[in-house]
């Protein structure tokens, strides 16, 4: 299943150098991860009274292009690689010219939020990489 997340980039989205920062691409992948999680059915309530949530183990995050102040951003998520507590999800952003601009891959690990410890990823998300 793949997502399109769409934001448009905010006053404090942007660095002395007059471009997005790299931080704040991270803050778009990960609202862009929560809408994909949102899709799969499961809002961030429901992670709380499952005692779930997911952890980032691994991010890979290629800045391509720079993105600018009002620029309109388009952030596709899609499942690519499913272990037993883990996934992948590829992350591509695109501004409104279509120009690639960051390439990411992210890989997740479920979390037992009492345990503190992983978890078997759950059905709701493991279907989506068959």
């Not at 660095?15 to 991860?33: I, M, Q, T």
């Not at 272990?83 to 992210?106: M, P, R």
Request: net charge negative; hydrophobic share 40%.
């Amino acid at each position: 299943m793949e997502t399109i997340f769409t934001l448009q980039t905010q006053k404090e989205d942007i660095d002395s150098l007059g471009h997005v920062n790299n931080c704040r691409y991270v803050k778009f992948l990960e609202e862009a991860r929560v809408n994909w999680y949102e899709k799969c059915g499961l809002s961030l309530n429901d992670f709380q009274e499952m005692s779930i949530g997911t952890v980032v183990l691994k991010m890979e995050v290629l800045y391509l292009k720079e993105a600018t102040l009002g620029d309109t951003l388009k952030v596709i998520t899609r499942p690519e690689y499913l272990g037993n507590t883990s996934f992948v999800l590829k992350q591509d952003i695109y501004n409104q010219f279509e120009e690639h601009i960051t390439d990411a891959k992210v890989t997740m690990v479920m979390f037992d939020t009492l345990l503190r410890k992983s978890i078997k990823v759950i059905d709701q998300f493991a279907q989506y990489f068959k």
